[in-house]
């Protein structure tokens, strides 16, 4: 699988990484329900195994669970070269499983000697902040974040959900080498003022969601959201109900025609779709089992004609 640069860092990454937000589990309030720990390293195993040389996790993901089992698959895995794994910070929980954002430097350097433990690395090649929560402490926390690199406790530093003028902010005190921002055909709304900035000030960006957390596999139904179990975020999310649902599903539609002639999921469009802008230089993929990824990582090289472009621009436009 090529590789492209990841903006201001020395780091050359697969247009595909795995997302582990999902092998979490569930019991909180971002979980995706209950999952096999087995099956979950199986899929990181996989996407190494097929190319994949980077992994983005995150410490909420599963309340630490995440971290876990991605630390514990990568010392497992029989590879000779270790992936690249990029962890997050700043959303912390207490006792009662109760997440909050927390910027204070005394949390994000707990954060990471916990993060390190649960990985089993000496170093996180890219850390994260996970949300400019709360706002007014973002130069605090970006300031604890940098002296952490300088320390080389982390190698990179970037940050996740940020606006322009919040990335602005944090320029003035370290350069942001990434950010992580929610993109889809479903959410393209980054590409007025975030992409733009971050293609002038050579910030590496890697997506998240460009399946729009599932909705767009070709696999959602109706009914498929309806038997999610109560601990899967996704059943409430609005994109997943009416009225949008019908439009979204009738989009599902229109990427498996596309699709079809190339041997490609409607899934694998919607990546190859976040992955023909220029500003992008990796989709976050999620996969709980090995057969998740082997459906979606041909998205890594396939390449959307002008005239399939049109196709999508015209339904977006036809369907605000």
């Not at 630390?71 to 270790?82: H, L």
């Not at 605090?140 to 940050?159: D, F, N, P």
């Not at 050579?202 to 070709?218: A, E, H, K, R």
Request: charged residues 25%; glycine residues 8%.
């Amino acid at each position: 699988m090529q590789t492209r640069e990841f903006g201001n860092t020395n780091m050359q990454i697969t247009p595909i990484g795995l997302g582990t937000w999902a092998i979490g589990g569930g019991n909180y309030r971002f979980g995706w329900g209950s999952q096999d720990d087995k099956e979950s390293s199986a899929a990181i195993q996989r996407a190494l195994d097929l190319g994949v040389n980077w992994i983005d996790t995150a410490a909420v993901y599963g309340l630490g669970h995440s971290e876990e089992v991605v630390g514990k698959a990568v010392k497992d895995w029989s590879g000779s070269d270790r992936p690249y794994i990029f962890t997050k910070c700043s959303r912390v929980w207490d006792e009662k499983r109760a997440i909050s954002g927390n910027l204070d430097p005394r949390s994000i350097r707990n954060e990471v000697e916990q993060s390190l433990r649960r990985l089993q690395v000496d170093a996180i090649d890219l850390y994260q902040m996970h949300w400019p929560e709360p706002d007014a402490d973002i130069e605090e926390g970006w300031g604890a974040m940098a002296k952490l690199k300088a320390e080389g406790k982390v190698r990179h530093i970037g940050v996740s959900n940020f606006n322009v003028s919040q990335m602005e902010r944090l320029q003035r005190i370290a350069p942001i080498e990434s950010l992580q921002p929610p993109y889809s055909i479903i959410r393209p709304d980054i590409e007025r003022d975030v992409l733009p900035y971050c293609q002038q000030h050579n910030i590496g960006v890697i997506v998240y969601s460009p399946m729009q957390s599932g909705l767009l596999t070709g696999k959602m139904t109706r009914e498929r959201i309806g038997a999610m179990p109560d601990d899967d975020w996704r059943k409430g999310n609005p994109e997943f109900q009416e009225p949008r649902l019908s439009r979204n599903l009738e989009l599902v539609n229109l990427l498996t025609e596309i699709g079809y002639p190339h041997a490609m999921s409607s899934g694998e469009v919607a990546i190859a779709w976040t992955l023909r802008n220029p500003a992008v230089t990796g989709a976050i993929v999620g996969g709980r089992h090995p057969q998740q990824v082997e459906e979606v990582i041909n998205a890594a090289e396939f390449r959307l004609s002008d005239s399939e472009l049109a196709q999508i621009d015209t339904f977006l436009r036809e369907h605000p």
